[in-house]
């Protein structure tokens, strides 16, 4: 079921992204995070508020909030830190990267949280699981050698720097994660640090970009806005959930989830009308049929 749960994530993902490319387009990026966050928070708020003063209608669901301690906050702000040096890092790269560039390096992200998962928590890789380790590695070889095509400079380029930095500091989020849905459940994970990650948001908003808005790209709203918070907080809502599960791997959800680079490569191809498909395409072909042997390796 977790395996199943983590292709869902997936799909999701994908929709994420391809609303994010288009509120990206000409936008500011900071306040399409704080907005990003806050959105989420304000979708989650009911379930706080009714977990706290009428439990009861709540009680033995998934989505009930139990209290959490000080410690537990302490680690959703650390959780919420690491994904925003994410997000900011991605946001940033997508704005000024093809879709179809930054999907495939974002997809990598898995390999980094496969070499923490083997060393920290000791999950341990069959045969076909591996031989899709080694084609989604070798996804991210050919991409960059596509991408000088477009004129990317892999080695010059910042952005294709900031979208390398988004995956590490992703990956270590991911493992993260592992450790704490051995803790707590998918609910307070989800809710605490998608409240932490607006009240950080919130800071940068006012005294990064709020000051010098009248100097930089201005902010253009979207209703894509909206979209990129319902699919994120689906997305990690089944994605936690999958983590909760007996027997679910670290290693193997976080590889599932970037197969979500076929969805934006789609995207990219019907709707952004973006150059050098066919050489990409082949990459994508890639992961796909990486895909099949983490599947397949994981029945």
């Known amino acids: 079921?977790?395996?199943?749960?983590?292709?869902?994530?997936?799909?999701?993902?994908?929709?994420?992204?391809?609303?994010?490319?288009?509120?990206?387009?000409?936008?500011?990026?900071?306040?399409?995070?704080?907005?990003?966050?806050?959105?989420?928070?304000?979708?989650?708020?009911?379930?706080?508020?009714?977990?706290?003063?009428?439990?009861?209608?709540?009680?033995?669901?998934?989505?009930?909030?139990?209290?959490?301690?000080?410690?537990?906050?302490?680690?959703?702000?650390?959780?919420?830190a690491l994904v925003l040096s994410s997000w900011i890092f991605g946001y940033f790269a997508l704005k000024h990267l093809p879709l179809t560039i930054v999907g495939p390096i974002k997809s990598t992200q898995p390999i980094l949280t496969l070499l923490g998962a083997l060393l920290i928590f000791q999950e341990r890789l069959?045969?076909?699981?591996?031989?899709?380790?080694?084609?989604a590695l070798l996804s991210f070889y050919l991409l960059s050698v596509g991408g000088k095509k477009e004129g990317i400079n892999f080695a010059r380029n910042k952005y294709i720097w900031f979208i390398v930095l988004a995956a590490i500091t992703g990956a270590l989020s991911g493992?993260?994660?592992?450790?704490?849905?051995?803790?707590?459940?998918?609910?307070?994970?989800?809710?605490?640090?998608?409240?932490?990650q607006c009240f950080i948001m919130f800071f940068i908003w006012l005294l990064m970009w709020y000051p010098t808005r009248k100097k930089t790209t201005p902010f253009v709203w979207r209703w894509n806005i909206v979209f990129i918070s319902l699919f994120l907080l689906s997305a990690d809502f089944v994605y936690f959930?999958?983590?909760?599960?007996?027997?679910?791997?670290?290693?193997?959800?976080?590889?599932?989830?970037?197969?979500?680079?076929?969805?934006?490569?789609l995207a990219g191809a019907f709707f952004f009308h973006e150059r050098n498909l066919r050489s990409k395409a082949f990459d994508v072909l890639l992961v796909a049929v990486a895909m099949l042997f983490l599947y397949f390796g994981t029945q």
Not at 126 to 135: A, H, K
């Open 241 to 265: 959930y999958a983590l909760g599960l007996p027997d679910s791997m670290i290693s193997i959800v976080s590889m599932v989830r970037r197969s979500n680079v076929v969805v934006t490569f």
């Open 175 to 196: 493992l993260y994660d592992k450790y704490l849905m051995s803790r707590f459940d998918a609910m307070t994970v989800q809710v605490w640090y998608t409240f932490y």
């Open 1 to 80: 079921m977790w395996l199943g749960l983590a292709f869902l994530s997936a799909f999701l993902l994908g929709c994420y992204e391809i609303n994010k490319k288009v509120s990206l387009a000409g936008n500011a990026v900071i306040p399409i995070l704080f907005l990003n966050t806050l959105v989420c928070s304000l979708v989650l708020l009911p379930l706080v508020l009714v977990s706290y003063c009428a439990p009861h209608l709540l009680n033995d669901t998934i989505f009930f909030l139990p209290k959490a301690s000080l410690e537990a906050h302490g680690l959703m702000f650390l959780k919420a």
């Open 126 to 135: 069959n045969l076909y699981q591996w031989i899709g380790v080694v084609l």
